[in-house]
């Protein structure tokens, strides 16, 4: 580029202010190490001398299988080469494989339908002369496509692919991203952000929450009254669903759609006050928290309504399971209503807990015909479940334990609520199946792998992307890479990388904090107060909610939701601090950092106190 | 909000380093000044003591006329307050009115189709008690509640509406911007953002430039061949056109498409090459500039296909003008085909542009008979060419002088070409009538307004934000606003406050730049990058053209395409600049604001540098 005739003033300015200006070198260094950015890490990668270079003759082709789905994904991944080098690569279609550069040899499709089992293992090599990419699957394919990108790095006046040979498949078969989609709705463009992201960092599980006590999020042509009453008018349409399945599955991504029952059910009972448990709400749930109202489990009525409700929905979500929740169900009247307790007297239930068992068993049932594993969360798991259920783990890691000890499988999710605001490191170290775990060889299979949550209290459509990324990046490679990836230090120096990659594909996570920082001061002039925000993070839900009284009415406008989890400076300083207190007291070069970053954070502060005394939220 | 254990812990290790925080305290001042952050400004203002304060009660309600697009727009306008106040206002309908706070009296809905002509005059009256709002139409009601918005202002503690009196109407009914997809498509959703900042400025038309020699971008049934051939598979479907019309018009706007012949038409010519002045292209152009194609005025087959291409498009836009493009015609064959120097001497056509002038007058025609208008670019205006035409003048302001000395409407685009990258000042100063223009009072209403110009070769979807805004806000005010507010020093303030506002709305104009430099540099770490290239902004688009033969294959993604024209730096330094000179050489504030200045931009250059030697394309 050249300087516009701006800079041209602004450097003969300068040079009448007698301000030296310094002139641009350029050296060439033609490294071709490798800088091992890649995220997940790899199972095996094995470093050669020499490097593969880049050239807009650059071009990828399939020399066995092909798919218009590998097609699309081969094309997407010279989109984001392109995008990467500027390099102008043809678009040519990938068909036309031998003569290739990059070359695709795939054995076949894998499965008509993603599972649990699919082979994702894929082989990458990279020599002077060319780049091989081998896959049982596509799936596998698609996934060191991904490598692939990731793996382009620049010497300093070019863009080159380091000679590696890298032998790679995931630690965990079930790798997910759960969102709550009833407390907030996103739209669903946001969604597709979310997937391109998810499919970046190898995440192979969305598990759409669609319905809660503040929402019903998914259209049902059966009972219309169902989003007509029970959602604000802000729902997923059946063409939407399938929308974002065909995208999905694009990225093979499976989507696991959650109903929630028989709890969490406000907006089923605005709609259909006779499946409640005798007593209906009259609106739907603002507030936050557990409800008290549940499906009628003692009526024959829920059942079919739930056998012709998931049925139609078994139409629209390929996926070989299904969600039902099952958590935090509270229903006075199971404990009251004499009609219930004469229910569950005859079918000999002896408490709650006994009767949400029956109505587990029974839903469970009705998945079972319509060739449906069940998932749920973890109080489900009581003496009476059949083993042909998946269990989500929430309150700990003992469930997880406990069931795969009984014969059930399980997912994690305990360690990884994003709505926690923990940070990217603490999160980082929670192993959905550490060595230590007391199981045996059979059972640690039980184990399918983790579930990331982001629960929506708190969050909408212009803090999402910043409240799930990068953080969910380095959850990612917990339940790919292999158990002993555990070096905090280098998944931050990687996650800084990644982090601008998401962001380049659509994703706002890190352009979300400064214009909420715009907005809240009403002028592009934030640079103190971008220093003095850099420092701090939002709190976690509880803390939140507890001091703001948050409902599902409150405007998420303020500053803790322009703030970002975890933000650069925090790890930053807490290296420095680590490091000042672990050398001798004469090297003060640590301790010298800490104080100018202090004293930069401090020299904002006046600023930003004249900037808080105008708008009110920002106060 | 409360500031996370993560900031105690920086408060204590501040406390530790012995470096002093300050704490914040905040004064309640209850001022009732109005702070005239509008864009555009009203034609007449009268600001009185006190002021409205908001509160979670505010509401809205019509008193006269209502119709589904004045309640939606009601609705957004809600929307938008709570945004901004974070005050959780009600989302009652609109129609229940005469006990809101907010009173809108309309008389009537306008014309079924918004036309020239629209009365778009409103009143806004605030005082402690309530606030009026009063329209002739709806289309002026909409107006008024974009200035509504824009008018709340904060004290310490709290948002409020000064007392005011206003009174407003656009100074031009023609208040255009125009975009080129044909060089670079854009999503629907880029388009949908776009029309929001329009309507917040008042801007009232979208000029939809549709068709360009490097791609036929909207789809036809009857000639499916255009977007098939000519398109590379990136056009606005039916659906699409009618979606964004509909958008359009709910936000007062309207669409002119523009379908450019009879030259910069090689994409029909690749799908239809009977259409060509007997040399039809072998492909879509890839370069920029003008091309040697055109469509033969001399066959009768090519005015029954525009009759029958017209017709089809007659059906989609409802405007009652569509443009007909007709700049920079160039085809060789013109002088050189015997079968066209024999048609030209049958119909007594001198030269080529008597040749087009008579393709002009067949192509109004057909306009005619559909009940169109005619606009063009300057180059139609021909002594032969009948009144009924709008001249858009982009050569100079030669053309709308002469078009009106002769009778014709005209809009000035000359001096609103954006993709020249030139200040908001620059372009603020340019008046489409300026009151030396040499004409009578009946000649000077045929100047309608101006089109702002968007030209493509340089944007695609993730830079246009940055090129459009804000910039298109200054000039929209030119359009609106008396011909006496010419402030660009309060420009520059007002336009800092709107700049923000936008965002809010969805546009990315100012987050785009730091998303540009992060992806360049491969980390969020960019202070110093950020701090240099904040003096920076891109080249025109002759100059980068030249410099980097730029085609529609480049990719899009250097330096120059991260950082945005106008950046504030550069009036803050013109205006120290301009101080420092002005003042007393005693006095030497100005001197040294600007050396701080330099000396932080001077400060980054070291680390830039080393950023700059890593990726090639950030080098």
Known sequence: MKISSWAQFLVRTAIALAIPCTSFSQTASSS??????????PSSLTAAPGRFLLTPQFSAGTTRFNSPRLDAAIHEAMRQLRQKTGLALAEQSASAGAGSQLKIAVQGAGEELQFVEEDESYTLSVSSTGVHLEAATAVGAIRGLQTLVQLVQSSGSEYELPAVSIRDSPRFPWR???????RHFEPVDVLKCTLDGMAAVKLNVFHWHLTEDQ??????????????MGSDGLFYTQEDVAEIVRYARARCIRVVPEFEMPGHSTAWLIAYPELASDRAPDSIRREFGVSDFALDPAREETYQFIQRFLGERAGLFPDAYVHIGGDETVSPEWKTSPRIQAFMREHQLKDSEALQAYFNRRVLKILTGLHKH??????????????????????????????????????????YYLDAMKSAGEYYLVDPLPSSAPLTPEQRKLVLGGEICMFSEHVYARTIDSRLWPRTAAIAERF????????????????????????????????????????????????????????????????????QKTSRLTVLDRFVD???????????????????????????ADRDALRRW???????????ERQMKQPPLLA
Chains 1, 2 share one sequence.
């Open 480 to 547: 790919w890479s292999p158990e002993q990836v555990t070096d905090v230090d280098d998944m931050y120096r990687r996650l800084d990388v990644v982090s601008v990659r998401l962001e380049a594909l659509g994703l706002r996570h890190l352009s979300q904090e400064d214009a909420g920082l715009r907005e809240l001061a009403g002028t592009e002039h934030i640079d103190e107060l971008r220093t003095f925000a850099s420092a701090l993070e939002p709190v976690g839900f509880h803390e939140r909610y507890d001091q």
């Open 215 to 228: 929402g019903f999020r998914i259209e049902s042509k059966l009972f219309p009254k169902l989003t007509i």
């Open 374 to 415: 069940m998932v749920g969360w973890d109080e489900i798991l009581t003496p009476a479940l059949p083993r042909d259920v998946v269990i989500q783990s929430w309150q700990g890691e003992a469930p997880l334990v406990k069931g795969a000890e009984q014969g059930y499988q399980g997912v994690l999710s305990a360690g």
């Open 32 to 41: 071709a190490a490798i800088v091992n950015n890649l995220m997940p890490q």
């Open 598 to 608: 202090f004293e930069v954070m401090a020299a904002s502060v006046p600023a930003v």
């Open 562 to 588: 322009a703030v970002r989890p975890d933000p650069p400076s925090r790890y930053g300083i807490e290296r420095l601090t680590h490091d000042f207190l672990k050398r001798p007291k004469t090297d003060t």
């Open 176 to 182: 997910g991203l759960m969102i709550d989609f009833g």
